[in-house]
């Protein structure tokens, strides 16, 4: 039903965003599932699998039609200590999980309530996320090195981390991904509906081959039949994993329906997303990722960079997702070649030129007209989202209303009482007649 609707009046202008969306996506899809999976302690190639087998089912069943998933940096903390516990078979269990507690979120209808986040904490989150985006690319701008220790796991973190090592910063992979940025931005001004960040990673490609600039490349890329996860179950296993499930299935939820009420914004559609949308998305990723968890692939979610790229070069329907993930199959197996001489720097130039586009400059501006409580929740969640995490940075610019909504029912209600009581104490006793009639007469 969702395919024929995208059917319905289809051009070969829509068919060509669609295909250069799902084109960028899946470019940027493939070496960042390598790398989220390594970060899980899983095999590489489990984090392509991931877009692989869940992309065209959400196609078919999900309600945002442009909306790119993958694995996400906000879900390595829950899968990452089920396979210390566990292994493969433990991140198996812990995606399994997750996804049953997803399509428990849908059926209770819980995405609904997610989908009532105020405007301006929505607006903090997408801008903290572009910047999220733009600080995790810097050290494969610059071609750096992990500092003793490791990277942080915060952006604000990381942030001081480069900063404190530009003396080793490599200006060749810059170069690259400026030419990106530049050719994006030039094109988005000149021709809005052509596919800018494509564009641009093909004039980096040739530049780097035509000038035989060295610089770290995505590399041969491992294809091979995902097997299913071998495991056995025990009431053990099960009461390990189940907390860790349930964390992993909130901020999948949580951060799967705020990026697509942000991909929303980008496409146009600035109303509040639609109730049932809202719990058949939840429904939808759910199936997806219990069949991905089958063969151990980390769970799917809304990935902001692909989806605003997909939107940003025209894609328009659900044809994308599908295309996005025969796309990435054909890269592993036909163009495996061309695709392993993309410069890493090439697509960090596009994923930073999405988080300035997410930045939401307009908001910025508008501050000091806005509600004090709109800016403070904006500006708190945005920072919020560098400093501590997508998940706290929401709850925080919630809480700001909440506080607000439980300080004018007190004041509204302290002048009411008040007055009342005024009221009262003012107005002469009435007393009544059955009374009156009781009382012993005096004289006589």
Known sequence: MCLRKS????????????????AIAALIALP????????????PILGVYTSLITSPICALLGRNPVLIGGTSSATVPFILGAVRLQGISGAAKVCIFAAIFLLIFGQLRLGRHVSKVPHAVLAGFSCGIGGLMIISQ???????????????????RQLVQVAERYREFHWLPAVIAAIVMVISTLIRMRAPRAPGPFIGVGVALAAATIFGWHASEVGAVPLSIPPFAGFTW????VMTVLPAAFGLA?????????TSR?????????????????????????????IGGLFAAPTSVGIPARSVANVQCGATTRISNLIHGFLLLVMMTLGATFISRVPLAALAGVTAWMGLRLLDWGTWGRLPKMRPVDALAFVLTALAVLIVNALPAVALGCSLYLIRHVVLRIW???????????EAA???????????????????
């Not at 909130?250 to 705020?258: D, G, I, K």
């Not at 003012?426 to 007469?441: C, D, G, K, L, Y």
């Open 7 to 22: 059917f319905r009046g289809y051009s070969w202008r829509a068919f060509l965003g669609d295909f250069f969306g799902g």
């Open 32 to 43: 960042y599932g390598l790398a989220m999976a390594s970060l899980m302690g899983l095999p």
């Open 138 to 156: 810097l050290r494969t701008i610059f071609a750096l090195s992990p500092p003793p220790g490791g990277w942080s796991g915060t952006m604000f």
């Open 234 to 237: 025990s009431p053990d296993d």
């Open 250 to 258: 909130f901020v999948t939820s949580v951060e799967l329906l705020m």
């Open 262 to 290: 942000v991909v929303d914004h980008f496409r146009g559609r600035h109303q509040l997303m639609k109730k049932v949308d809202a719990d058949m998305e939840l429904g939808a990723y759910g199936i997806a990722n219990l």
């Open 412 to 422: 509204t209600r302290a002048p009411e009482q008040v007055a009342a009581a005024t």
């Open 426 to 444: 003012s107005a002469p006793e009435v007393v009544p007649a059955a009374r009156v009639a009781s009382q012993p007469e005096i004289g006589n």
